[in-house]
């Protein structure tokens, strides 16, 4: 399984928290990887993704896009139905992004699994302790064969 994120303050933080609560699930490997420098042989070695972004201008990250845009052509037919969630920082209320990123999912196609994850203003611990639990939530199901 693969935590995607984007090197901004609070997604980093969120995504190490994502990445914290998916390895307490030891059946699954997991790599934490920074959009940019994720390659196809990342999405296609995954048996689950969690992809985390800021919320730019009501809109995904442009690194987040560019993995999603490197991908996409080279992956079609070989990761149908492979288990996402998401995870945003958001500054307005998320929306946009989560939008953005549903609809190039369902281009792949990808399979939704968790709830998204959008924490609006300063991180907290009750957002951080979500986002631990989405991470080992989607660990455990792709480990159980439930997604």
């Known amino acids: 399984m693969i935590v995607y ?4 303050g609070h997604t980093r933080a969120m995504a190490r928290a994502v990445f914290r609560g998916a390895r307490r699930v030891p059946e699954v490997q997991t790599r934490l990887k920074m959009a940019l420098r994720a390659e196809l042989n990342d999405l296609l070695w995954a048996d689950g993704l969690l992809l985390g972004t800021p919320e730019n201008f009501g809109y995904m990250s442009g ?13 079609q037919g070989k990761i149908s139905g492979l288990p996402y969630a998401v995870f945003i920082s958001a500054g307005n209320d ?7 990123i549903e609809r190039i999912a369902r281009g792949y196609p990808l399979k939704p699994v968790c709830d998204p994850i959008i ?3 300063e991180l907290d611990a009750e957002v951080l302790e979500h986002c631990e639990e ?4 989607m660990a455990s ?3 159980w064969g439930i997604f």
Do not use: C, I, M, W
């Open 119 to 121: 924490a609006r203003g």
């Open 134 to 137: 989405l991470g080992e939530t």
């Open 141 to 143: 199901g792709v480990a």
């Open 5 to 8: 994120h984007t090197q901004t």
């Open 94 to 100: 998320g929306t946009g992004a989560l939008n953005s």
């Open 63 to 75: 690194a987040l896009k560019n993995f999603l845009d490197r991908t996409y052509y080279p992956a």
